[in-house]
T-cell receptor, first 114, second 116 residues
Framework: KAGVTQTPRYLIKTRGQQVTLSCSPISGHRSVSWYQQTPGQGLQFLFEYFSETQRNKGNFPGRFSGRQFSNSRSEMNVSTLELGDSALYLC?????????????FGPGTRLTVT | AQSVTQLGSHVSVSEGALVLLRCNYSSSVPPYLFWYVQYPNQGLQLLLKYTSAATLVKGINGFEAEFKKSETSFHLTKPSAHMSDAAEYFCAVSVAGGTSYGKLTFGQGTILTVHP
């Protein structure tokens, strides 16, 4: 099976712009979670989608949003970018049939805000 | 709410030596526990998982971890380190359902350095 894919891998944006990141889960996985990874804050949960519905959300401002499509692909959007949004954004997929809801991660999108 | 503490942000070992990375968790309900590894400029790779089926869990690349409820620990070990083990390791916890859907809570990570 192909793994989780994320596009683009690298992105440079200017403060105030918006950005959309894409994630394709492992075939058959219906849950997609997003995380932000920074040197200072580590790995922080953004939100999770299952069957096109957001089931859980982390403690991030409303500038961070996401959606999931009927084929389980997911996008996250960050509006009005700030310098502090520079990070590695990781998505992960999981299957409800797994015993521990373990998550499988993509390679990430490295976002740099200048 | 769940939390994870990884003791030691950096661990250095010689090639062939024992690897021990420490993880303590906090959870009010039975947890699922995981270890992930991250190589530079890559995503996280699942090493192993604890699901309550067995307290000693074996994973990939010769790693294993033991769940000790009394100590709320889930330490990662490998008998003999290899140069290719040099990476950052993350311990994570989750619980089933409720407000925890799809949420892994991670420790701060431990960077493992392996010396020849």
């Amino acid at each position: 099976k192909a793994g989780v894919t994320q596009t683009p891998r690298y992105l440079i944006k200017t403060r105030g712009q918006q950005v959309t990141l894409s994630c394709s889960p492992i075939s058959g996985h219906r849950s997609v979670s997003w995380y932000q990874q920074t040197p200072g804050q580590g790995l922080q949960f953004l939100f999770e989608y299952f069957s096109e519905t957001q089931r859980n959300k982390g403690n991030f401002p409303g500038r961070f949003s996401g959606r999931q499509f009927s084929n389980s692909r997911s996008e996250m959007n960050v509006s009005t970018l700030e310098l502090g949004d520079s990070a590695l954004y990781l998505c992960a997929s999981s299957s409800p049939s797994s015993s521990a809801y373990e998550q499988y991660f993509g390679p990430g999108t490295r976002l740099t805000v200048t | 709410a769940q939390s994870v503490t990884q003791l030691g942000s950096h661990v250095s070992v010689s090639e062939g030596a024992l690897v021990l990375l420490r993880c303590n968790y906090s959870s009010s309900v039975p947890p699922y526990l995981f270890w992930y590894v991250q190589y530079p400029n890559q995503g996280l790779q699942l090493l192993l998982k604890y699901t309550s089926a067995a307290t000693l869990v074996k994973g990939i690349n010769g790693f294993e971890a033991e769940f000790k409820k009394s100590e709320t620990s889930f330490h990662l070990t490998k008998p003999s380190a290899h140069m290719s083990d040099a990476a950052e390791y993350f311990c994570a916890v989750s619980v089933a359902g409720g407000t925890s859907y799809g949420k892994l809570t991670f420790g701060q990570g431990t960077i493992l350095t392996v010396h020849p």
